[in-house]
């Protein structure tokens, strides 16, 4: 009797813990609906918690440990992102209520379409806030203010280096006024082949592929590994040195810089089918998931010596597991093909799990995110452009397990 009792202990212990793995197992499940309903929740959040009588209301930034957001106004690099964002949140919920807060906060953009270029980062701010605008709803205004702005990105492209110029001001050690380019730069190029196929002049496709050609010659060291700087002779487009800006130092793997190298030669592939593109992406990609810490997780630069105690990258990974998703539809080789995909879902479902997820720490979607570490600003933060390829990426992941194109609206 005695025997059977504990036999029935064992058996219901052993029950109570198979219960308590599963229900912690789905803490780090890719939670399709159920996600949408927390991204909802904290946006909802942050809108309530936006000041609303003063142009700097573009929620950029939290710090490590704080509640409140960093605003910005329409001219900082971020300002797409949280627009960005809500169109995302429209797309996943289909509310008219996040179409309304997504329309509203796009239009403080609209000056970028009608002023000189600030610098490149005009594809992150337009594409992110109207491209996904217009991808959703096909508002014309939106149209005319991407084909715009398209065509103002288009004044920094210096045709003696082959590239469009990052910026266009004295920044140290880029010995102004040569011309700079840094690897970030490869993202703004969705804008000019969008504008080139939709209105827009055919030079501006032209301009993105030699800006695509021209940085997969000079950018990249033997291994596929990026500098985030190259500064190039602006008459004769020799390049004078590869360095970094934000890394750890000029011959290291800065995170983030990599992860736009992953996402920009994927997307180039996309709208140029050419097959070099398509190569190099795997080839950025691969040295990237090799270096990669087992949670899959970037430390914010693969080469800082301070790692495992250097602070994380939650948004490069973000932008690569949105990247890997693309590209796991572009490859042709289908085992390489359910690696990237693979890849991709264990990222986002440590993205998803409570080491990642704000929840009641703030009302970003992510902590842990790196900025600008060398500049001191930005570390272990939550920043919105994590946000905004975070839900990006979720939102491609379930087209994909709907079989549908992840380009296309849900
Ligand atoms: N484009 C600047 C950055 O990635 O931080």
Redesign the pocket.
């Known amino acids: 009797m005695a025997g059977q009792r504990s036999c029935h202990v064992r058996r219901l212990s052993l029950l109570i813990s198979v219960i308590f793995i599963i229900a912690g197992c789905s803490v780090t499940q890719i939670p399709g609906k159920k996600q949408f309903n927390y991204l909802e929740e904290q946006a909802d959040k942050t809108l309530k918690s936006i000041p609303s009588d003063t142009e700097t209301a573009i929620p950029r930034s939290i710090s490590s440990g704080m509640k409140e957001w960093r605003y910005v106004t329409y001219k900082d690099?971020t300002s797409g992102f949280w627009p960005g964002t809500l169109w995302y949140l429209y797309e996943a919920t289909k509310k008219d209520s996040w179409k309304f807060e997504a329309d509203k906060f796009s239009m403080l953009l609209t000056p970028l379409s009608r002023m000189e270029a600030i610098d490149h980062?005009l594809g992150?701010m337009v594409f992110s806030s109207f491209g996904n605008g217009y991808r959703l709803t096909k508002n014309p205004e939106y149209k005319e203010i991407i084909l715009r702005t398209a065509d103002t990105l288009a004044t920094l492209y210096n045709p003696n280096v082959g590239t469009i110029l990052s910026w266009p001001r004295p920044v140290q050690n880029m010995e102004w006024p040569q011309h700079n380019t840094?690897m970030?730069n490869m993202i703004n190029l969705e804008l000019l082949f969008w504008a080139s196929k939709n209105g827009g002049d055919k030079k501006l496709y032209d301009i993105a592929v030699s800006h695509a050609a021209t940085t997969m010659k000079n950018h990249f060291r033997s291994d596929y590994t990026s500098y985030h700087v190259v500064v190039y002779e602006r008459n004769t487009g020799k390049k004078i040195k590869g360095g970094t800006h934000?890394g750890y130092a000029d011959e290291s793997m800065w995170a983030?810089g990599q992860a736009?190298a992953i996402y920009g030669y994927t997307m180039v592939y996309r709208e140029t089918k050419d097959l070099r593109f398509l190569d190099f992406a795997q080839k950025v990609t691969d040295v990237y998931l090799e270096r990669l810490p087992s949670d899959l997780i970037p430390y914010w630069d693969f080469n800082d010596p301070s790692i495992p105690d250097a602070p994380r990258d939650a948004s490069a990974a973000a932008i690569t597991a949105s990247a890997l998703l693309e590209l796991s539809t572009l490859v042709t080789d289908n085992s390489k093909a359910k690696i990237y995909r693979d890849k991709a879902e264990m990222m986002l479902k440590e993205l998803s799990s409570d080491r990642y997820l704000s929840k009641d720490k703030n009302s970003a979607f992510l902590l842990h995110s790196t900025?600008?570490k060398p500049n001191g600003s930005e570390i272990d933060a939550s920043i919105i452009?994590a946000d905004y390829y975070y839900i990006e990426a979720l939102l491609r992941l379930e087209k994909l397990e709907k079989g549908q194109n992840i380009y296309n609206p849900l």
Request: proline share 0%; no cysteine; hydrophobic share 35%.
């Open positions: 690099w980062d992150f840094i970030d934000q983030r736009w900025g600008h452009y």
